[in-house]
T-cell receptor
């Protein structure tokens, strides 16, 4: 059974810092991996989707990498801003199936 | 495009009553819809997967008679929490996708509080 772990569970940084969020998964036979953002009491916003054949995806200040063989992905946020404060979730879809398995999330606080 | 709505966004009900939550894909046809449950400060847990016109597939530990799911059309799925109890209080989120493993689009969630 696929298990997804995110480290750290919570992170507080001053504005302007570059930061890295980590995600690991136990079964490397994935179809794709997604990073989501969730604001308190809200639904999910998809940030980046990496197909299993890809190594990274970039969108603005966000860069996500994928090392499928080692079961790891990182989300890099450059020049963090208070508006980046949210919970970041990673999720994978396995080759066998169509359901997303979510990590526990990283709660990010960017202080002005 | 690819907007998913949920209704209601907030519901408070008495213990023992039933609550229906709707999930709609507004601008695309969703052959598959997923229902998740999220407790405070925890991640999303998949409850069930529903395909249009067929019975939902429930995850282990989810009572199908407690959480009734209907996916009657390609744009609407409903989750009914029957005989709700305080422990059913949670944030319920749906997502919708087209066939296969295409991107899932998430609704804004419904917060249920059972008194």
């Amino acid at each position: 059974k696929q298990e997804v772990t995110q480290i750290p569970a919570a992170l507080s940084v001053p504005e302007g810092e570059n930061l890295v969020l980590n995600c690991s998964f136990t079964d490397s036979a994935i179809y794709n991996l997604q990073w989501f953002r969730q604001d308190p009491g809200k639904g999910l916003t998809s940030l980046l989707l990496i197909q299993s054949s890809q190594r990274e995806q970039t969108s603005g200040r966000l860069n996500a990498s994928l090392d499928k063989s080692s079961g790891r992905s990182t989300l890099y946020i450059a020049a963090s801003q208070p508006g980046d404060s949210a919970t970041y979730l990673c999720a994978v879809i396995n080759n066998a199936g169509n359901m997303l398995t979510f990590g526990g999330g990283t709660r990010l606080m960017v202080k002005p | 495009g690819a907007v998913v709505s949920q209704h209601p966004s907030w519901v408070i009900c008495k213990s023992g009553t039933s609550v229906k939550i709707e999930c709609r894909s507004l601008d695309f046809q969703a052959t598959t819809m997923f229902w998740y449950r999220q407790f405070p400060k925890q991640s999303l847990m998949l409850m069930a997967t529903s395909n249009e016109g067929s019975k939902a597939t429930y995850e282990q530990g989810v009572e199908k008679d407690k959480f009734l799911i209907n996916h009657a059309s390609l744009t609407l799925s409903t989750l009914t929490v029957t005989s709700a109890h305080p422990e059913d209080s949670s944030f319920y989120i749906c997502s919708a996708g087209t066939s296969g493993r295409e991107t899932q689009y998430f609704g804004p969630g419904t917060r249920l509080l059972v008194l």
